[in-house]
């Protein structure tokens, strides 16, 4: 009998830990109910939960749906909500203890949360009510959390939530958005708090994000591109949402925000960049602050000086200009939107398109780049390499119906403009190396196509990045970086191997276990086509890509990487499949009823 019983406790013992593996590996997570009630809410909310992790939410009054939106993120994106939130308060020590002394360091003189607090306090009524409704979704959405595996293997609960704590986040990122290389000048203390920062949240390459409007039979076709870093969690929550006798509004809104970079509505439709600029210049000095903080084995006491506009370490040359370091915000903005009423951005630059109800569109902002295209459709940017989009639009065939086959496109019209010059004008000799010769041909034998078998691909992007005082040295040069690289065999010099697609999970580093070991695709794509990629893709390589057109039957389609975590061995059937493209509609395979506690 003793030993049948211990069996039986072996048995018991090895169906949990299946069970833990199964519900850490695959992100395991409770059904979504078919009914909650919520104190204070005006009337019943349905929410529709759609195939890619989407929803349709409907609702009497825009409160409620945007109470609803926050129920939605924090159900499907309550992780990230929380560790975003957590690096806006510079709280991120409480969880990984000495790793993140640094990233909160800067955060704290910065100033994002004291900021953010008191730009919450300088809202309007109608914009209090607004953001507190979201907040209460968003706690709704995190109850029972702990069938979120990121906040199960940590043994964290996420404390509540505030209001201001929307404006923080998006302090956050309006921070992480575009930080220039000139930060370093201002101390060492935060170029390595700086680079701690992103390492945890992952966000960067936000300002090669375009996007461009195109006159169609359809009527102007507005399509984005937002570049938003390296994490594998999503960034953005896609939505409609349904206000009756108001609007219906297919969107994007920025996770732990109520806010939306992208939006249509019946014919308006809009595309914001997320890139809030930041200068540095000669420090005009004044007092010093002391902030202490603890380190495990020292402490230490930085010396600062901030204004609503400035900041700077005390001993540097230089100080920081940022609209960030003040109470400004944009909540007003982002709700004109939806309102259709002029949106005056503050934090953000604002850059964008606007297309209004009578089919006309506006560039909003100041982008640093503007690149016109045929009838009148322009490319916008803040990358100079958002160029070639548009020599790529210039010839594009308006009648194809479907532009999932522009912006997926390897080919490079720019490069087959361009390289049969380069070729003419480079002289290889007859008795040069066996792999010289070959690579040669290679190149003078290759499509233009940046696909991921392809070896002419690689041989081109090493030659004109290589240096060498004429273009031959270059290419030498450049076939022996590829020989060192990739050995003699230069079918392996495939480029997809050239710049790898590595996509890392938000605690990567923090837990040890090979669930959020870095994800990889095979690169394709570059600076020069339509599709994403090259260097720059390697450094961001997630996009969330979208468009529409103005009508108001016309849909808006999304493409992005979707990763379903939550199916068996979805993590690896993940790593192989390509973009998921698909539109904002059809959001029916089950129901949530928010319903008021009193009703």
Not at 7 to 19: D, E, N, P, R, S
Not at 345 to 356: A, E, N, P
Not at 422 to 447: C, F, G, K, M, T
Request: proline share 7%; charged share 15%.
């Amino acid at each position: 009998m003793k030993i049948v019983g211990w069996v039986l406790l072996g048995i018991v013992v090895f169906i949990a830990a299946i069970g833990g593996i199964w519900r850490t590996a695959y992100d395991w997570k409770s059904r979504l109910p078919s009914q909650s009630s919520v104190a204070g809410l005006e009337s019943p909310v349905e929410i529709h939960w759609g195939e890619f992790n989407t929803a349709e939410i409907q609702a009497n009054s825009l409160p409620d749906a945007l109470l609803g939106l926050g129920y939605v993120q924090g159900k499907l994106n309550g992780w990230t909500i929380a560790l975003w939130r957590q690096a806006a308060l510079g709280k991120l020590g409480d969880w990984y203890g000495s790793d993140a002394v640094e990233a909160d360091r800067i955060v704290r003189l910065l100033g994002l949360p004291e900021n953010a607090q008191r730009a919450g306090e300088h809202l309007s009524l109608n914009e209090s009510s607004l953001i507190a409704a979201f907040g209460k979704g968003v706690q709704l959405g995190w109850q029972d959390a702990d069938h979120v595996h990121e906040f199960f293997l940590q043994d964290i609960t996420p404390e509540p939530w505030e209001p201001w704590h929307a404006l923080a986040i998006e302090r956050l990122i309006a921070w992480m958005s575009a930080v220039p290389d000139s930060v370093c000048n201002l101390g060492e203390p935060a170029c390595t708090d700086i680079a701690k920062l992103n390492s945890i949240i992952l966000l960067n390459g936000l300002e090669s994000s375009s996007a461009w409007i195109l006159p169609t039979s359809q009527g102007p076709f507005l399509y984005q591109r937002h570049v938003l870093g390296r994490a594998v969690p999503p960034a953005f929550q896609e939505v409609v949402l349904n206000v009756t006798d108001s609007f219906e509004m297919h969107g994007a809104s920025l996770i732990g925000t109520p806010f939306f970079p992208a939006g249509k509505i019946e014919n308006r439709a809009w595309s914001i960049l997320l890139y809030s600029p930041k200068t540095t210049r000669p420090v005009r000095f004044g007092p010093n602050y002391p902030l202490r903080f603890r380190f495990p084995d020292r402490e230490e006491i930085v010396y600062y000086q901030r204004s609503d506009s400035t900041f700077s370490i005390q001993g540097t040359q230089e100080e920081l200009f940022w609209p960030g370091l003040g109470t400004e915000n944009d909540v007003h903005a982002w709700f004109a939107l939806l309102r259709n009423q002029p949106a005056t951005f503050q934090l953000w630059r604002g850059d964008g398109i606007l297309v209004s109800s009578d089919s006309s569109w506006t560039v909003l902002g100041e982008p640093g780049f503007v690149f016109p295209i045929h009838l009148s459709g322009l490319v916008i940017s803040n990358d100079s390499s958002a160029e070639h989009s548009a020599y790529y639009l210039r010839n594009v065939d308006l009648n194809v119906a479907d532009p999932s086959s522009w912006v997926t496109d390897t080919w490079s019209p720019w490069v087959a403009s361009t390289l049969p010059r380069e070729l003419d004008s480079l002289r290889i000799p007859v008795n040069a190396p066996a792999l010289v010769q070959s690579a040669l041909v290679y190149l003078e034998n290759w499509n233009h196509t940046f696909e991921g078998k392809s070896i002419g691909a690689t041989i081109y992007n090493e030659w004109v990045t290589s240096e060498g005082g004429t273009p031959e040295v270059a290419f030498y040069n450049a076939v022996d970086q590829l020989t060192q690289k990739f050995g003699t065999d230069q079918s392996q010099w495939l480029w997809e191997r050239v710049h790898a697609d590595r996509r890392l999970f938000t605690l990567h580093g923090h837990l040890d276990s090979r669930m959020h070991t870095p994800l990889t695709f095979p690169a394709v794509g570059h600076e020069s086509t339509m599709l994403w990629g090259g260097a720059k893709a390697a450094a961001a390589p997630v996009t969330w890509e979208g468009w529409t057109w103005s009508g108001p039957d016309s849909p808006f389609f999304i493409r992005r990487q979707h990763l379903n975590l939550q199916q068996p061995f979805g993590r690896y059937i993940s790593e192989k499949s390509d973009p998921s493209t698909f539109p904002l509609s059809d959001l029916s395979m089950s129901t949530t009823v928010l319903m008021p506690d009193d009703f």
